[in-house]
């Protein structure tokens, strides 16, 4: 199973980034799916998620009002909107995929399935 995540780039304050996650797993409509975030040197941080069937979605009050998770189960792909985006959005971001298919978020290492992290970089 993998989990790859993409779309991370530079972009301006204020600006907007769109990122994907796509999944290589059976049964992808089944799973919750969740985004963190982590800036080298401080913890893996809760970002958003979302569960199986789209209609339940939870947010980091960080990042609540500008970002939007969302999901394509047609193509096995979860996608984080990230608008109004600021500098301290700056991070590595990555998904990761609970079976349960609930949006509540849990601990990164309680996911069954972590993908690799794709850079964020917001310039002032």
């Known amino acids: 199973v993998q989990l790859q995540a993409s779309g991370g780039g530079l972009v301006q304050a204020g600006g907007s980034l769109r990122l994907s996650c796509a999944a290589s797993?059976?049964?992808?409509?089944?799973?919750?799916m969740a985004w963190f975030r982590q800036v080298p040197g401080k913890e893996r941080e809760f970002v958003s998620a979302i569960s199986w069937s789209g209609a339940s979605t939870y947010y980091s009050d960080s990042v609540k009002g500008r970002f939007t998770i969302s999901r394509e189960n047609a193509k096995n792909t979860v996608y984080l909107q990230m608008n109004s985006l600021k500098p301290e959005d700056t991070a590595l971001y990555y998904c990761?995929?609970?079976?349960?298919?609930?949006?509540?978020?849990?601990?990164?290492?309680?996911?069954?399935?972590r993908g690799q992290g794709t850079l964020v970089t917001v310039s002032s």
């Open positions: 797993v059976r049964s992808f409509s089944s799973y919750g």
């Open positions: 990761a995929a609970d079976q349960y298919g609930n949006s509540r978020p849990l601990p990164w290492r309680e996911y069954d399935y």
